[in-house]
């Protein structure tokens, strides 16, 4: 019996170290838990996430923007120029129940779609603020929008948007059950100029990553997932607050700090690729699936295999 399982975790990892694109994800990657021997990281904490006494809130404060004159609006008003927007509300009570959580987060995306704090919200076609399910148990976050999210106004919908659906599928959710943002909410561009070019995208540069950061640090605290999963080096350096490599950076949880909010209670976050620099290396594939099957046993998730 022994010898019968050891072959075939054996046979699954060498499937899914065979994989070559992002078509082959669930296929190599679902079938099999076995890629969790190949993981070198600091296993997570096994203790239970502490829980928020029923009935206690927490007030979140969002102090007042400072926005550097490179980051003033480009746009202006009849009330004067350099208006600067803030954050829907000044104080949120947590945590929230459902219908508290959508319509925050609804009052937020309505913010974020007008936003001109920096001056990415100059050259957008569409903010993204995000979507997914209000009481996510998993959220990932992204750097920022790319060509065909700004056309469609959604996160992760083009070829590195597929390739993370499917990573979902192999966890063993769907991307109903998971909430998708980026730390930026519009799209950066090499060249503002041209949006209808393609590969035209960049990461968001420091000072946008500044202005828009209040926006994420909200939806994870009214959301208030058990795990962030950081996509990518830019998210998990904005949100791990480490400048590290994001190859020392994976592999381990950290506990979430946030600048601007006081969580509900602990959030551990976790570092992986970006979906596209997968499309672009699909060696790497097996460490994000060791990363993901860190989560995926903190959660008792049995991943897609049947
Ligand atoms: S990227 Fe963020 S801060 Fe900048 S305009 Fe868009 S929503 Fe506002």
């Known amino acids: 019996m022994a010898n019968d399982s050891l072959r075939r975790l054996a046979s699954d990892l060498k499937t899914f170290l065979a994989?070559?694109?992002?078509?082959?994800?669930?296929?190599?990657?679902?079938?099999?838990?076995?890629?969790?021997?190949?993981?070198?990281?600091?296993?997570?904490?096994?203790?239970?996430?502490?829980?928020?006494?029923?009935?206690?809130?927490?007030?979140?404060?969002?102090?007042?923007?400072?926005?550097?004159?490179?980051?003033?609006?480009?746009?202006?008003?009849?009330?004067?120029?350099?208006?600067?927007?803030?954050?829907?509300?000044?104080?949120?009570?947590?945590?929230?129940?459902?219908?508290?959580?959508?319509?925050?987060?609804?009052?937020?995306?309505?913010?974020?779609?007008?936003?001109?704090?920096?001056?990415?919200?100059?050259?957008?076609?569409?903010?993204?603020?995000?979507?997914?399910?209000?009481?996510?148990?998993?959220?990932f976050v992204g750097e920022g929008p790319g060509f065909d999210e700004d056309r469609q106004g959604r996160p992760f919908v083009g070829r590195a948007g597929q390739l993370l659906d499917k990573m979902i599928v192999a966890m063993g959710l769907t991307r109903e059950q998971v909430f998708i943002a980026n730390i930026a909410k519009c799209h950066p561009m090499t060249d503002p100029l041209h949006p209808e070019k393609h590969g035209n995208d960049r990461a968001p540069n420091a000072e946008e990553i500044a202005c828009c950061r209040k926006y994420i640090e909200k939806q994870i605290a009214v959301i208030c997932p058990k795990y962030v999963i950081a996509l990518g080096g830019v998210a998990a350096k904005a949100l791990i607050a480490d400048a590290k490599s994001l190859g020392a950076l994976r592999g381990k949880f950290y506990d979430l700090h946030l600048d601007s909010v006081s969580l509900p209670r602990p959030i551990k976050i976790l570092a992986t690729f970006h979906p596209a620099a997968l499309l672009r290396n699909p060696g790497w594939k097996k460490d994000a699936w060791t990363d993901l099957q860190m989560v995926m046993d903190q959660l008792g998730l049995k991943g897609a295999r049947k």
């Open 19 to 139: 994989a070559q694109d992002e078509d082959e994800f669930i296929t190599a990657a679902a079938p099999s838990r076995a890629a969790a021997v190949v993981s070198g990281g600091e296993q997570p904490a096994s203790k239970p996430l502490p829980k928020m006494p029923e009935g206690e809130t927490l007030t979140v404060e969002f102090p007042r923007a400072v926005v550097s004159p490179r980051q003033t609006p480009q746009t202006s008003s009849a009330a004067g120029p350099a208006a600067i927007q803030q954050p829907p509300s000044a104080a949120t009570q947590l945590p929230m129940n459902t219908a508290q959580k959508t319509a925050e987060l609804a009052q937020l995306a309505e913010t974020i779609k007008t936003c001109t704090r920096c001056p990415l919200g100059a050259t957008r076609l569409n903010a993204v603020p995000g979507e997914g399910n209000v009481n996510a148990d998993v959220m």
